[in-house]
């Protein structure tokens, strides 16, 4: 008997639409799916930041639990929602083509940008970044899923509202009104999807294995990698992104203090040939010039 292989993912337009990607992909390699919504604990409670929900892989953890109990064979994630870490049994089976890695700013004119605004971000990386480059701004916190937060943006008074553009791209909703932030960066793994599955089904990594898109895979590695050796967790305000052209690979990191006064930065590059450890090393440097101490403050805070 054929199995049907039940994916897993999060209820907002824009995981269904991830979920249905790795579905089509399967089903184009001739194997049989079922779709199944489970909503997270992150989507549910709107109020809270998250990182006062104390709990790190907040959009994962319910997905987690129902992979574990049976409930579903896989579960398809944003890369960059998911803990370093994965739970006891659950293994990376896929890393499909990096989508646009870039965050972007959705505006109601620029004007702002010389003088006082308010900018709405859930997420601390942004809001240290914006804060570093502007610091005579206000930033708010701004939850929910993509439409949520557009919806939001039109009924506040805010100046503008930051976003990762594969989210926005990915269902259509990317105004005219935007700019690029070209000089932000990105948090590990952004842009990327990952589909996990149980360390014991062989069926489904099996069938998961052709997904896989090898420099997608490298990139996002080295930047979780610089992730985990910093000890951030999926809030800590760390940024990351690695680039390849040939056989080079570029690496940019940095660690910000919460108020955004404080930037560690490391650049660094290496042959593809030579990556291993390359992540930690870019991790260390930073903890060697301050990020140590840095890091011990932040947790401080957010614990």
Known sequence: MKKTIRIGTRDSELALWQAKTVQNALEKLGHETKLVPVKSTGDLNLDQPLYEMGITGIFTKTLDVAMIKGEIDIAVHSMKDVPTALPKGIVEAAILKRANSKDLLIHKGLDFLNSEG??????????????????????????????????????????????????LERI??????????????????????????????????????????????????????????????CTAPIG???????????????????????????????RIDEIQGFGTSCAREVLNKGGKELMTEIRKVLK
């Open 118 to 167: 308010t900018i709405a971000t859930g997420s601390l990386r942004r809001k240290a970044q914006w804060l570093n480059r502007y610091p005579n701004h206000q930033v708010v916190d701004l939850r929910g899923n993509v439409n949520t937060r557009m919806k939001k943006i039109k009924e506040n008074d805010w100046n503008g509202a930051i976003f990762a553009a594969a989210g």
């Open 240 to 270: 990351a992104l690695v680039t390849i052209e040939k056989n080079i690979v570029y690496f940019k990191g940095a660690l910000f203090s919460l108020d955004g006064k404080q930037k560690i930065e490391v650049e660094k590059t290496t």
């Open 172 to 233: 259509a909703l990317k105004p005219e009104n935007y700019v690029d932030l070209n000089w932000m960066i990105p948090a590990p793994a952004q842009g990327a999807m990952l589909v996990v599955a149980m360390e014991n089904d062989e069926f489904s990594r099996k069938a998961l294995e052709l997904l896989n898109h090898q420099e997608s895979k490298i990139s996002v590695h080295i930047e979780r990698q610089f992730l985990k050796t910093l000890e951030g967790g």
